[in-house]
């Protein structure tokens, strides 16, 4: 018999992270633990504020129906929570670990083995632009030759300079800049800002204007100007024929997938087909999640041999993270087998 319970642990950053949604000062995750005949499996439940659709007065009583009911099964419980995406990812994750012989290694492969490593992209969060400067510095010092941005929350002419900056230093065959608006232009000046952009040699630009925008993101998207990228427009887009009418008619160049936010592994992989089938392009990120979540994001996607950098190097942001095998290294996330977990989280489940 399987028994299940869950907690809350809220992860604090170690400096306020800026999006155009706002400052982030620490974030709430809650974390199913399952357990049989001496097993035990663990299963990140994260939430990004103003961002995740699932973010309701009933998420935890949510998160406790489905610890209550365990037995029914992941497919009946993944089922009865196609409107709780972070959920699913949570119980998908657990169910994983705990059918695993080191619970914590969801998905053998050369990356856990430490053989190989996913490149991923570096990120420079909103700031003022002296502090986005330095950091594009260390991180461009570390061996990134992927950087995104995050833009639209300082003066856009100092966030072009930036951009040149970057380009004075390495022409786009040595460096791939991404940027990501998180929906901070508007209809009227998203083209424009766009065209200035396009002088910088930009790989994409991820959702210029805030999602269903549909009319003006098609417009975009068909411009040719930039390639667009599709992020929080696929969040509660759940069931298959919403998907596939809404990249035909936006026709995006990229989706973005953040398993938390769009169903976990099995929601994940329904996107990319249905993408791939219309010769979208996509890559995997995290969603601020603990090197809990990252851990299980990492594996699955290295599964998948992604062609492009991926947004996974997101563990090092909180005070009070698990410490986990993960490392980045030269533009890469590595997996050190030889690092042992802990940290408070591994306390709570119990997998000391």
């Known amino acids: ?204 630009i991820e959702q210029p204007v805030p999602k269903n925008q549909h009319d003006t993101m098609s417009v975009l998207a068909k411009s040719g100007v930039l390639p667009i990228a599709l992020d929080e427009e696929l969040i509660g887009v759940f069931h298959p024929e919403e998907k596939r009418r809404l990249l035909d008619k936006i026709a995006p160049q990229y989706i973005v997938l953040k398993p938390s936010l769009v169903g976990g592994f099995s929601g994940t992989k329904e996107w990319i087909a249905i993408a791939r089938e219309r010769g979208i392009g996509w890559w995997i990120t995290s969603a601020l999640e603990s090197n809990i979540g990252l851990n299980a994001i990492a594996q699955w996607t290295y599964t998948l041999s992604p062609q492009m950098a991926q947004g996974l190097g997101t563990g090092a942001l909180y005070t009070n993270n698990a410490v986990s095998p993960l490392e980045v290294r030269s533009g890469a996330l590595w997996h050190n087998p030889g690092c042992r977990w802990s940290g408070e989280i591994i306390e709570k489940a119990g997998m000391v």
């Open 1 to 204: 018999m399987i028994k299940a319970r869950y907690f809350e642990h809220t992860l604090e950053f170690i400096k306020p992270s800026g999006t155009s949604r706002g400052v982030m000062h620490h974030k709430q995750s809650w974390f199913i633990v399952l357990s049989q005949n001496g097993r035990t499996g663990i299963g990140e439940c994260g939430l990004l504020k103003g961002l995740s659709i699932d973010e309701r007065p009933d998420y935890e009583e949510k998160l406790d129906w489905t610890c209550r009911n365990i037995s029914l099964g992941p497919d009946a419980l993944l089922e009865s929570l196609v409107e709780f995406p972070s959920i699913q990812f949570g119980l998908e994750m657990a169910w994983q670990s705990l059918l695993s012989e080191d619970p914590m290694v969801l998905f053998p492969s050369a990356f856990t083995s430490g053989a190989d490593a996913i490149p991923i992209n570096g990120l420079i969060w909103m700031n003022d632009f002296e502090t986005m400067a330095r950091e594009l510095e260390d991180k461009l010092a570390s061996g990134f030759s992927c950087m995104k941005l995050k833009i639209g929350a300082i003066d856009f002419d100092a966030e072009c300079e930036l951009l040149r900056r970057m380009r004075e230093r390495f022409d786009a065959s040595r460096l791939e800049i991404r940027v990501d608006a998180n929906g901070a232009f508007n209809a009227e000046t998203a083209l424009d800002k766009m065209r200035k952009l396009s002088g910088f040699e930009i790989h994409s």
